[in-house]
């Protein structure tokens, strides 16, 4: 057991962080919107090799990238490319990768995605898409989502489902932990700086108790996630690291929007940035209460009755 | 990072599983005895010697003091294990995790040579004289006194909410010997025997167990200098470092999880279990044993590693309790009203435990602004 990063963990994530500083964030930003597809930066983590399996990237470190580039609010689909895709894949795929949970509802990146992957009667596919013949949607919560033109559909091997799934799970995690970071940093910053009735509005204690309690969820999610991933996302880690993440990002959606006022909800602020995907990731997983279901079915329905850990 | 236990530890599981499902009456686990019944106390501590003859009643302590220096990962293990089987040390904690070691670091050779065998024999129970009535989550406003007579210290006051004040044979006293501007100055510490003349133990009726709280009333009392551990009026700064050794605090998640994991047995046993909603809120209280789980491994990564600062040990122990309560309400709604009968298990976790979770050993409140101001840098309250 040990919480502490190693000097080759320290050494990715020092990595990635010169890559985000190059291509995301402040007036490096080269999005015209907040909803668009960060192309730039995703291609330039593709180059530099983040991908589970490759220059030896693990897991657990794959999953810490995820989380490293998720609170920036990079606007690419950061756990397809980096940890699920390759894992549940095991070779290359085009990009972008749009994970679905079904057929013919609003997708993520789905109006740039070239490939998805989605997981249908115990089976799952990958499919080839057309962007040009995707239906664009309108959406505040998830960027440059559409409804996908799919010109081929693959059946995986069976093994490949339960990886999908459980692989999912631990993506959507690290990439809500990494969410939370942001957006609770955001939102510290302007609770430290912003006075009312003469102090700081962070020192009032309704506040802080708030965000106290949050940060029990936000950090909990993210050790749950850490172990799953280094684990190897077996079931019932998984499915307890997604729903503890997505316990958290429930929590921390209210809470902070709440914390930050009107000027919490304005462009400028940016929380939505953090707080918005939190909320199309917990859709796309089909709610708390799936995942809910599925840390029951991993615990009780194998396990001896009675039994313990 | 990594998330292994190590086979040593792993292999020490095996052993510790096999000996308490040898050596615990059958039933004593599923049973939820009530931690203050003089029934589980008297069992506990014919039990704990059986654990110290192992060596396993204080394994974290020195050589010299009889101990193997286990880690705090193997020391982990032995709580994790003892918590999800009933707690079978009983009052043992205090004296084995925070009073023997502070006795080993202040205490004279004479009261190292009387107490610390008696300790690791798990010959003695303990108790913990810190709360007063206008000195709760505000410990330094205690005012019980101590006034210097010759060879001993007079002591005069009331403690309140004193758990095992009953059973214990001596008491880890906080008295007041001087007063002035700072409040956390003038607070000696008194190793006091609990048979000593004027002192009077009184049951606080509680509605969470049958002896659970105490009035503890010092009239008189003399007790002899040789008592005192540390220097007059030096108490504070030991007591701080005494409930530091505490910072990894319970594992009493096992416990909520094995009761989370029974609550699942019973949902099957009643046909309960394929119900969805069922499902989603047992899984919920599953998840939370488990953040309070990777967070309290947290704290110990950082005890391992010599930290002793920051707001991990305050996010652990909200997280039990909210582990606590989750599995409480759960077993309430689940239930009903069946299981609200005396003794059944809606009636201990919500009870005994979920109720008494935020408040014992600290309440919620000072935890959540240790988190506020340590963890998340938030400004001082003024």
């Known amino acids: 057991m040990d919480f502490e990063l190693d000097a080759p963990q320290n050494a990715i994530l020092d990595g990635i962080d010169g890559v985000l500083r190059r291509h995301a964030g402040g007036d490096k930003r080269q999005l015209p919107g907040d909803t668009d597809y960060d192309s730039a930066l995703d291609d330039a983590i593709a180059q530099a090799g983040y991908r589970a399996g490759e220059s030896e990237l693990s897991p657990l470190e794959a999953a810490l990238v995820v989380m490293r580039v998720a609170r920036t609010g990079a606007s690419i689909p950061v756990a397809a490319h980096i940890l699920v895709g390759p894992l549940v894949l095991g070779r290359p795929f085009a990009r972008p990768l749009a994970l679905l949970g079904e057929r013919g509802t609003p997708v993520r990146f789905g109006a740039v995605a070239r490939s998805g992957l989605i997981l249908e009667a115990d089976r799952a596919h990958l499919l080839t898409l057309d962007p040009a013949g995707c239906r664009p949607v309108r959406h505040a919560w998830s960027p440059a989502t559409a409804r996908l033109s799919i010109v081929d559909d693959e059946v995986l091997d069976a093994g490949c489902a339960e990886r999908f799934r459980d692989w999912w799970q631990v993506g959507i995690a690290a990439e809500a932990v990494g969410l939370l970071d942001g957006a609770l940093a955001r939102t510290l910053d302007h609770l430290r700086s912003r006075e009312q009735f003469g102090r700081p509005i962070g020192s009032f204690q309704a506040v802080q108790h708030r965000l106290a309690e949050l940060s029990v969820a936000h950090e909990g999610a993210r050790w749950l996630t850490c172990e799953a991933a280094w684990l190897g996302a077996p079931p019932l880690a998984a499915a307890t690291a997604c729903a503890a993440a997505m316990t958290a990002a429930e929590q921390a959606v209210g809470e902070l929007h709440q914390v930050s006022g ?34 029951a079915a991993a615990r009780w329905s194998r396990m001896p009755e009675g039994a313990m850990r | ?162 758990s095992y004040a009953n059973e214990a044979e001596f008491c880890f006293l906080l008295v007041r010997t001087g007063v002035s501007g700072d409040p956390r100055e003038g607070i000696t510490i008194l190793l006091t025997p609990m048979g000593l003349p004027g002192i009077e133990v009184r049951d606080i009726g509680a509605v969470v167990g049958e002896h659970a709280f105490h009035e503890v009333f010092f009239s008189d009392v003399r007790v002899p200098v040789d008592c005192r551990l540390g220097d007059e009026g030096r108490g504070w700064d030991l007591v701080r470092t005494a409930l530091s050794r505490e910072r990894v605090g ?104 979920a109720l008494v979770a935020g408040i014992a050993a600290g309440a919620t409140e000072v935890q959540l602004d240790l988190i506020a101001r340590g963890g998340l840098r938030l400004p001082r309250q003024r």
């Open chain 2, 250 to 353: 319970s594992r009493r998640y096992t416990r909520t999880g094995a009761t989370v994991d029974r609550t699942a047995s019973w949902a099957r046993d009643h046909d309960r279990f394929d119900d969805s909603s069922v499902q989603e809120r047992l899984a919920e209280a599953w998840v939370a044993c488990e953040v309070a789980r990777v967070l309290s491994y947290k704290v110990v990564d950082e005890v391992a590693r010599g930290e002793t600062r920051g707001a991990s040990a305050s996010l652990a122990r909200v997280a039990a309790t909210r582990a606590d309560q989750a599995a409480g309400n759960l077993c309430v709604d689940l239930m009903g009203v069946e299981g609200l009968a005396a003794g059944g298990s809606a009636d201990v976790q919500y009870r005994r435990l």
């Open chain 2, 1 to 162: 990072m990594e998330f292994a236990w190590s086979e040593e530890d792993r292999s020490f599981r095996r052993e510790l599983r096999e000996f308490l499902a040898a050596t615990l009456p059958p039933g004593w686990v599923e049973r939820e005895a009530d931690p203050s019944e003089s029934e589980h106390v008297a069992f506990s501590r014919q039990y704990a010697k059986r654990l110290a003859e192992r060596g396993w009643l204080t394994p974290h302590w020195p050589r010299e003091y009889g101990g193997q220096e286990a880690t705090p990962w193997r020391m982990t293990v032995l709580a994790e294990e003892l918590w999800a089987h009933g707690e079978p040390r009983g009052p043992q904690y205090m004296n084995v995790n925070w009073i023997g070691p502070t006795i080993m670091a202040h205490g004279s050779d004479e009261q190292k040579r009387y107490h610390l065998p008696r300790i690791a024999g798990g010959d003695v129970i303990w108790c913990q004289g810190f709360s007063e009535p206008n000195a709760g989550s505000d410990l330094t406003a205690l005012s019980t006194k101590a006034v210097r007579d010759g060879d001993v210290y007079v002591v005069n006051g009331q403690k309140i909410w004193t």
């Open chain 1, 262 to 295: 009107a000027t919490g909800l304005t462009n400028e602020y940016g929380l939505h940035r953090f707080t918005f995907p939190l909320v199309a990731l917990r859709a796309e997983t089909g709610g708390l209460g799936v995942q809910h279901r599925r840390v």
